[in-house]
C-alpha cells in the first residue's frame, strides 16, 4: 500500500509491524521486538542462519532467500503471513511501520579489501528496491562506517538520492558506537534511518537515537576512564569455568546443578541478571520466551594447544598475544569489535576471537553473546564456526533496541509488553548442516553458491599458534 500523501499513522493500541531484510540470526529483530515491534517477517539468505532465526521467532515468518531475486510480491504475502501469526483472523489495514535492514558489509568495510565494484555493495539498492515496495512509514539501514567514505560515498549519495526520489525524507546519517547505548563492546556502525514525506512532522517528528550515557570507547581501562556502563566482566563475570564440564569437549550444551546456578546467580551484575531473566528490564518490551536456564548453551569448548596456552596465559589483560593477535580483554574494559569472518563461498576464515580474561583460551560463543547483549535463552547454531559468525553479522539488540525506540517515540506508540510466552521447542533446527537447513527452508539450491551447497567441516580456529 503506497503513501498516498496524506499522513494515515494515527496511533492505534496495536504494536507497529516490522520486516527485517538480510536478517542474519536475529539481532535487530529482537532489538526492533524489545522496542515494541511485531517483526513480522525476516527475510535472510544462508539457509543455517535462517533456521537458527526460525527457532528463535516462532511468530515471524522467516524467508530463506537472495534479496537480489526476491520478487516483491513473495515478500508482501510473508508480511501478510507474518501479521495473521501474530494476530490471528484480526484484519490488517497494509501498513508496514518500519522496514530495517543491513546489507552485507565485506564490499564496504575496512577489513580487508574495499571494492566499489563488489557485488555485495549492489545488494543496498536490492533494500532500496524493497523498501519502495511496501512504502513503510520508516526505514532503517545499518552498515559499517566504510560505507560513508571514499568512493563509497557515491554509491551512498546515488542510494539517498533514490530514497528522496521515492518520496522519503532522509536526516543526515550517523555514525553511532554501541557502546554508547548499553552494549560492553567497542562497535562502530553507520545508521541511515529516513521516513515517508507523508508522515506528519508535528504529530511524528523525525526520529533521535539517544545515547544511553556520555561514553568515550576504549578498550583498556588504563588508557582512558571509562563510562559508566556494562564491562567485559559484568557482561560474563557470572558464567562457569568451561574447562570444569567435560561435556563441553564434544557438545554446545550441559546441564547445570542446582549449586552452580546459586553460584551464577550470586556473581551475576545488574546487566547479566537481565540477560539471564533473574531482573526485568524496564525497557524490554519483547515476548517472553519459555527456556531452561538450568542448561548452559553455545558454550562447545576449544581445544588449544599447551603452547597457546602458555602464550595465552602469559598476556596481560588489554594486551595483543604476539603470535595469534587475538586480544586478551580486560575485566574492566570494552571487548573490542566482534567480526565474523567469511563464509563457506569465500574461503571460510574465521575472524579472531577475544582471549578471556582470565582463563588462557578464547571466547566461548555464549561469552561472545553475552557481550553482544544477547539474552541467555537466545540459541546460537551449535557449531562454534556458525555461532561466532552468527554473532559477528548481528546488530547487538540492545543497540538495536534504541534504534527501534526512536521510531517507536516517533510514531507515538507507547509500548507495552505482551502476555503472551513463546516456547523455543524444535532445537534441531541448530543442529541442521547446511544441506538440511537448505532443505528445511525451502531454499532453490541455485540461490546458494556451489561452495555451500554441501555440508562443510567446521573450520579449526588457529589453535596451534
Known amino acids: 500500500m503506497r503513501g498516498t500523501g496524506t499522513d494515515t499513522s494515527a496511533p492505534s493500541a496495536r504494536r507497529p509491524v516490522a520486516v527485517d531484510l538480510f536478517a542474519g540470526a536475529g539481532g535487530l529483530s529482537l532489538g526492533l521486538e524489545q522496542a515494541g515491534f511485531d517483526v513480522v517477517a525476516s527475510v535472510e539468505y544462508d539457509p543455517v542462519h535462517a533456521t537458527t532465526h526460525a527457532f528463535n521467532f516462532p511468530l515471524t515468518e522467516v524467508l530463506c532467500d537472495d534479496i537480489g531475486k526476491l520478487p516483491e510480491s513473495t515478500l508482501r504475502r510473508s508480511v501478510e503471513r507474518g501479521w495473521a501469526n501474530h494476530h490471528g483472523d484480526e484484519p490488517w489495514d497494509g501498513e508496514v511501520d518500519l522496514v530495517a535492514g543491513g546489507p552485507p558489509c565485506q564490499g564496504f568495510s575496512w577489513i580487508g579489501k574495499r571494492q566499489v565494484d ?44 533514490r530514497f528522496e526520489n521515492a518520496g522519503y525524507v532522509v536526516p543526515s546519517p550517523h555514525i553511532l558506537n554501541a557502546a554508547d547505548y548499553g552494549v560492553p563492546q567497542d562497535r562502530r556502525r ?11 512532522p508535528v504529530a511524528h517528528p523525525a526520529p533521535v537515537v539517544r545515547p544511553a550515557r556520555p561514553v568515550r570507547s576504549t578498550l583498556r581501562s588504563n588508557v582512558e576512564p571509562l563510562p559508566a556502563g556494562p564491562t567485559v566482566w559484568d557482561a560474563i563475570g557470572d558464567l562457569p569455568d568451561l574447562d570444569q564440564f567435560p561435556a563441553l569437549a564434544t557438545s554446545d550444551v550441559t546441564p ?35 527456556w531452561d536456564p538450568s542448561v548452559l548453551t553455545s558454550s562447545w569448548q576449544t581445544q588449544h594447544t599447551d603452547v597457546s596456552i602458555s602464550r595465552f596465559a602469559a598476556t596481560e589483560q588489554g594486551s595483543t598475544e604476539k603470535v595469534s593477535r587475538f586480544l586478551r580483554l580486560a575485566e574492566e574494559g570494552l571487548c573490542n569489535t566482534l567480526r565474523a569472518g567469511t563464509g563457506g563461498e569465500r574461503g571460510a576464515h574465521t575472524s579472531p576471537r577475544p582471549l578471556h580474561p582470565r582463563n588462557a583460551r578464547v571466547l566461548s560463543v555464549r561469552e561472545a553473546a553475552r557481550l553482544h547483549s544477547f539474552p541467555d535463552w537466545f540459541r546460537l547454531h551449535s557449531t562454534k564456526w556458525n555461532g561466532f559468525r552468527q554473532i559477528g553479522n548481528a546488530v547487538p539488540p540492545i543497540f538495536g ?43 532453490s539450491h541455485d540461490s546458494i553458491p556451489k561452495s555451500r551447497r554441501r555440508s562443510k567441516p567446521e573450520p579449526r580456529l588457529a589453535e596451534a599458534v
Open 401 to 443: 533496541r534504541a534504534l527501534g525506540r526512536a521510531v517507536i517515540e516517533a510514531l507515538g506508540v507507547q509500548p507495552a509488553k505482551p502476555d503472551e510466552v513463546l516456547e523455543l521447542t524444535d532445537e534441531h533446527l541448530l543442529y541442521m548442516a547446511m544441506g538440511e537447513a537448505t532443505k528445511y527452508a525451502g531454499a
Open 190 to 200: 553507520f545508521i541511515l534511518l529516513g521516513y515517508r514525506a507523508d508522515v506528519d
Open 256 to 290: 547445570l546443578t542446582r549449586a552452580q546456578q546459586n553460584k551464577m546467580d550470586l556473581a551475576a551484575s545488574e546487566y547479566a541478571r537481565r540477560l539471564r531473566g533473574l531482573e526485568d528490564d524496564p525497557t524490554d518490551f519483547a515476548y517472553r520466551r519459555k
Open 118 to 161: 563488489d557485488a555485495r555493495n549492489d545488494l543496498i539498492f536490492h533494500f532500496f528496491r524493497l523498501v519502495n515496495s511496501l512504502r513503510p512509514r520508516y526505514f532503517l539501514m545499518e552498515n559499517v562506517p566504510g560505507i560513508a567514505s571514499g568512493e563509497h560515498k557515491e554509491l551512498l549519495a546515488d542510494l539517498i538520492r
